[in-house]
C-alpha cells in the first residue's frame, strides 16, 4: 500500500511540476515570439531605408595627337640697301611672298612657309600653341619674325584624322644688317581640347 501511495505521490508530484513549468514556457514563448517579431519589422524596416543601383564603368581610348614637320620656314636671299623693310611670307601650300622694299628681293634661294602635319583621333577638336614671335641670329645680329599661320589657336578639327599646318611670317630687316645665314628655332605645340 505503501507504494501504491508512493506511485500517488509522484503522479501529483509530476503534475504540479508541469502546471508550474506550462506558464514559464508560455513566457518563454511569448518573449521569444516577440524577439522575432521586433527582428522581422527592424529588418524591413532597415531594408525601407537603403536602395541599390549599379553603373558601367567605361574608357574609351583615343589616337594620340601628333605633329610632324615637312618643311622649314625659309624666307631665302634678300639683299639689303640700306633702307630697313619687312618680307611677308603667306601660311599656304603656294608661295606667296611680299617685299616692302623692292631691292630686297633676289631671285635666287628657296622661300616657303614652314609645313607642317598634324594628326590624331578624327573630328576631334585640338588647338595650337605658336609663339607670336621668331628670333633668328647671325653671331651678335638678330632679326624678328612675326609668326602666321592658316589654322586658329583653338577650335581646329581633325577632319579625317588629318591637317595641315603652314606656319609663315613677316620678316624685319635692318637696312644696315651685316651679310650672315641668319637662323633660329621655334616649337608649335599641339594638344586636343
Known amino acids: 500500500m505503501q507504494s501504491e501511495f508512493k506511485q500517488e505521490q ?3 508530484n509530476k503534475i504540479n511540476t508541469n502546471n508550474e513549468t506550462t506558464p514559464q514556457i508560455m513566457k ?3 518573449t521569444l ?5 521586433f527582428m522581422t519589422i527592424s529588418a524591413n524596416v532597415m531594408a525601407q531605408n ?3 543601383e549599379s553603373a558601367t564603368a567605361s574608357a574609351n581610348i583615343v589616337s594620340a595627337i601628333d605633329i610632324q614637320k615637312n618643311m622649314d620656314l625659309t624666307f631665302g ?3 639689303v640697301s640700306g633702307t630697313a623693310g619687312q618680307i611677308t611670307i603667306l601660311p599656304q601650300e603656294d608661295l606667296d611672298i611680299n617685299f616692302s622694299v623692292e631691292e630686297m628681293e ?3 634661294g628657296t622661300r616657303n612657309a614652314a609645313k607642317f602635319t598634324i594628326t590624331g583621333q578624327e573630328d576631334y577638336l585640338f588647338s595650337i600653341n605658336l609663339p607670336e614671335t621668331i628670333t633668328i641670329s647671325s653671331g651678335s645680329d638678330d632679326m624678328t619674325i612675326e609668326t602666321l599661320m592658316n589654322l586658329n589657336e583653338n577650335n581646329n578639327t581633325l577632319t579625317n584624322g588629318s591637317i595641315e599646318l603652314y606656319v609663315g611670317g613677316t620678316l624685319h630687316v635692318n637696312g644696315d644688317e651685316d651679310p650672315g645665314l641668319f637662323d633660329g628655332t621655334f616649337d608649335v605645340t599641339v594638344a586636343y581640347e
Open 10 to 12: 509522484n503522479k501529483k
Open 28 to 30: 518563454n514563448l511569448t
Open 33 to 37: 515570439f516577440a524577439v522575432l517579431l
Open 50 to 52: 537603403t536602395a541599390t
Open 77 to 79: 636671299d634678300i639683299a
Open 106 to 108: 633676289l631671285t635666287t
